[in-house]
């Protein structure tokens, strides 16, 4: 048998992401299932000689997060390998090389190492994401990213934007499977309001789902397409159970945004986003997005109302930062930096309400976006009026309990793992 140039490099990306799968495999990461380092649903594609994907012309949704055990990019895997026949790439928010900031995208063009065309799915949807497909002249669309585990993260959206797509187009979608980096084992948080569905949140599922992204397409096929259905295949990782941290996969990690820089962002992003919604800054433009939040004026007095309030699995210190660029940026922050000391007991859905609920009573600079953009976040209106109204954590959360505990039932019908 005779391999081209592109044959073997795509061969030795196979085998590379195989070798690195075994190499890390027998080394046991701490917290792996048996010592079983965790393969990626690419890799276990690779590993089947991509027969889900023989005879069609392939399109890739993914970002820097695509990449194989060893490191290498799968659109350069794939494009390399004479058994697939890769036709074009989708980037995301943030854009197929990462680079734009929150609410932005790169646009469309080439990427430069393969020559094929690069398309910009951010902001489309519909119709008008449909015809994008159908002049790339795909036939089949592989979905790759590694998501975070929160709603208003948007690659689950566009994942369910992509999906309902190509059901318009008659294309196939093929998600491969990748950790949620904050574990699997439990929902929490609020269940969206269809009423304020946005693309942080297309359908009503829990703000923190615990689900992956593969697990999600199933969900959303079974519970949200309707005569949308898409022809959907999944291919599963091996190795992940629910209860697994990001640390224990064994995988590298790719920052999936620019400011999403670390797997501890990712574990107290689901509470602390919902500063996006308030005057105070979220941590953005500083090393620890999202770890920290405050503003100009904010004292040790929110650190200490915080931390009074015994959540568990976290610490709330006092903290000063000066952001870089979005809010106060240039400014002197005082603020809270969480400090997450048992994360099988942590939930961060109840630190961010506890965080809005102390910065309410202590600040008297707290306040919400013109725009109640904090209604979108958290999927109604009744987190941001029960605070005002001078609610505590436990009341806030139980407001949402029946309506976690009804998706909760449905979600175990699509989960795939242990």
Not at 96 to 107: K, L, W, Y
Not at 242 to 253: C, H, I, M, N, V
Not at 315 to 329: D, Q
Request: charged share 20%; aromatic share 10%; net charge neutral.
């Amino acid at each position: 048998m005779t391999l081209s140039r592109r044959g073997v490099l795509g061969l030795a990306g196979a085998v590379g992401a195989a070798g690195a799968a075994a190499a890390v495999g027998a080394a046991g990461p701490a917290g792996a299932a048996g010592g079983e380092r965790v393969r990626t649903g690419f890799e276990r594609l690779a590993a089947d000689g991509y027969a889900e994907l023989a005879g069609q012309r392939v399109g890739v949704v993914t970002n820097p997060t695509g990449i194989t055990a060893d490191a290498r990019h799968l659109v350069d895997v794939l494009h390399a390998d004479e058994r697939v026949s890769l036709v074009a790439v989708f980037g995301p928010e943030h854009g197929f090389r990462g680079t734009a900031q929150a609410g932005g995208s790169e646009g469309a063009g080439r990427d430069p190492a393969t020559g094929l065309p690069v398309y910009d799915t951010y902001g489309k949807s519909g119709r008008e994401l449909a015809d994008l497909f159908t002049a790339a002249g795909i036939d089949t669309l592989v979905f790759d990213i590694q998501d975070v585990g929160a709603r208003f993260y948007t690659y689950v959206w566009t994942l369910y934007d992509c999906m309902r797509a190509a059901a318009l187009a008659g294309k196939a979608v093929v998600v491969l499977d990748r950790p949620n980096p904050v574990g699997g084992r439990r929902a929490a948080g609020p269940v969206l309001d269809r009423a304020y569905a946005s693309f942080v949140g297309r359908e009503p599922i829990a703000l923190a789902h615990g689900m992956t992204a593969a697990e999600l397409a199933l969900l959303f096929n079974g519970e949200f397409l309707g005569a949308d259905r898409v022809r959907l295949r999944t291919v599963r990782m091996s190795g992940w159970r629910r209860e697994s941290f990001f640390g224990a996969t064994g995988l590298p990690w790719v920052p999936p945004s620019p400011n999403m820089p670390t797997p501890d962002t990712a574990l107290v992003y689901a509470g602390t986003c919902l500063f996006e919604g308030t005057s105070l800054s979220e941590g953005r433009g500083t090393t620890t997005p999202f770890e920290v939040v405050g503003a100009e004026g904010v004292d040790r007095r929110w650190a200490e109302a915080a931390d009074a309030l015994d959540l568990p699995g976290v610490w709330f210190r006092e903290t000063w930062f000066t952001p870089a660029f979005s809010k106060h940026a240039g400014k002197l922050c005082g603020g809270v930096r969480l400090v997450v000391h048992d994360r099988e007991s942590f939930d961060p859905v109840r630190a961010g309400i506890g965080l809005l609920v102390t910065a309410r009573r202590v600040w008297s600079g707290f306040g919400w976006r013109a725009d109640h953009w904090i209604d979108r976040l958290t999927g109604s209106d009744r987190v941001r009026t029960m605070v005002d109204a001078g609610a505590g954590v436990e009341e806030v959360a139980g407001a949402w309990a029946a309506g976690l505990a009804r998706f909760s039932a449905v979600r175990e019908e699509y989960l795939l793992y242990p």
